[in-house]
């Protein structure tokens, strides 16, 4: 998506929209301090930041897996708790977090089951999801039979089964190898073009540069810029995101 993206987007509610979320856990830290960001439907987004910078836990509340201290969460103008959010979000998260007694056909399709489809449509979509993954070959087999590389693309592939209209994808390419990583671009970029905005994290710069429309950077809780990678090099003279991360997010 270009710059023009959110004129052609105008008068839609975004993909999602925070405004001064706020998480203190319980021993005081706060992870979210105040953070707004708002991402325009169609979007490739990228959030850039260092460890503990605070992404994972906007994901979890953005996701309902963490409750924030404060502020506000819309998914396409519907609260983060509601329904009709939650049903909205599929999220690709940084651990194999699977049933690893299951063949993956049955966890998709009792993913699909968990969010309200009918055993034949998860079913379905099960296959496709495999299908679009390239794992067709190995459905009845255990997560256990996988390699890592392909227990990366199981979870993804679980996360499609809702046909989520905002995919959240943590850290998806992180220690996976070079024809995975151009294989996982592959189906982000399809599943962009066909409508899906995607929220995704990642420590590789240059994965954000290639693949996001636009960036933002987070630090210590907060966004501290964001913008195409062409208007960030812009902003900050610099040659590279690299150059504009290391800029914008010293302290
Ligand atoms: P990474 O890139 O390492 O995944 P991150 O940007 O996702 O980091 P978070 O996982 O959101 O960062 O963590 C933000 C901060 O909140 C960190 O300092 C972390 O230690 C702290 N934190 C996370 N979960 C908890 C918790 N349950 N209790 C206390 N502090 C926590």
Redesign the pocket.
Known sequence: MSAAAPERHRGRPPALAVRGLRKV???G?T?LDGLDLEIPQGALFGLL??????????IGSVCNLVRPTAGEIEVLGHPAGSREARAMVGLAE?DINVDRFLTIRQVLVYHGGYFGLGRREASRRADEALELLGLAGKAGKTALDLSGGMQRRLVLARALVTRPRLLILDEPTAGVDVDLRAEIWRVVRTLNQAGTTILL?T?YLEEAEALCDEIAL?RAGRIVDRGSATHLREQYAATSIADVYSQALAS
């Not at 460890?51 to 836990?57: D, L």
């Open positions: 856990y319980g021993d830290f992870a930041g260092p460890n503990g910078a605070g992404k994972t836990t906007l940084q994290t420590h987070i």
